[in-house]
């Protein structure tokens, strides 16, 4: 059980473009997600909490108008990144709690921007 | 601030050797901690989690001990494989921040056969 999946699994896209990920949690209810950010040998940094119903709230330098996130249902937050840049390419990993607070986390998507 | 430190970066060991990885916090008010194993390219599988009440879990050939006074944890892991062979992270859950982790840099494990 407590299986969280990520789409795209990797993603390349041109400067300039946004870009979606979704996080969804597939046998359970996510009352809170996470979305994190790792570069490459480095350790993961949180960026924002969401809530399901409610917006948001971002980790201190994170730009909220960059990292759209949406918590429009229990089992799904979408990350967008907005007209994306070389310098956001990276790994972004999401977790998910129900009603503990164990956080389930999904396989990550490789972003490449161009 | 709460931070993380994982001691050593990297660590390469002959299989079937016993070893221990470290790490440590800056704030001991935490609410537990957890150690993952992150292979290549991949997300986190949690290893163990400690409450901040206990001192220790263990599960198979893993053994993680938490210090909480000093700030101090130890992942042991007892007769290595190359199967082993991962990043490994600890992470502790902040009190009273809706379960926020903080991440430690990770130690990446290379087990030789």
């Known amino acids: 059980g407590a299986v969280v999946s990520q789409h795209p699994s990797w993603v390349i896209c041109k400067s300039g473009t946004s870009v979606k990920i979704e996080c969804r949690s597939l046998?359970?209810?996510?009352?809170?997600m996470f979305w994190y950010r790792q570069f490459p040998k480095q350790s993961l940094m949180l960026m924002a909490t969401?809530?399901?119903?409610?917006?948001?709230?971002?980790e201190q330098g994170v730009e909220k108008d960059k990292f759209l996130i949406n918590h429009a249902s229990l089992t799904l937050s979408t990350l967008t990144v907005t007209s994306a840049h070389p310098e956001d390419s990276s790994f972004y990993i999401c977790?998910?709690?129900?009603?503990?607070?164990?956080?389930?986390f999904g396989p990550g998507t490789r972003l490449l921007v161009l | 601030k709460q931070e993380v430190t994982q001691i050593p970066a990297a660590l390469s060991v002959p299989e079937g050797e016993n070893l221990v990885l470290n790490c440590s916090f800056t704030?001991?008010?935490?609410?537990?901690l957890q150690w993952f194993r992150q292979d290549p390219g991949k997300g986190l599988t949690s290893l163990l989690l400690?409450?901040?009440?206990?001192r220790e879990q263990t599960s198979g050939r893993l053994n993680a001990s938490l210090d909480k006074s000093s700030g101090r944890s130890t992942l042991y892991i007892a007769a290595s494989q190359p199967g082993d062979s991962a990043t490994y992270l600890c992470?502790?859950?902040?009190?009273?921040?809706?379960?926020?982790?903080?991440f430690g840099q990770g130690t990446e494990l290379s087990v030789k056969p």
């Open positions: 977790s998910a709690t129900g009603t503990g607070e164990t956080q389930y």
């Open positions: 046998d359970f209810q996510a009352t809170t």
């Open positions: 969401s809530n399901e119903g409610s917006k948001a709230t971002y």
């Open positions: 704030d001991s008010a935490i609410y537990n």
């Open positions: 400690i409450q901040s009440s206990q």
């Open positions: 992470a502790v859950t902040v009190n009273n921040q809706g379960g926020k982790l903080i």
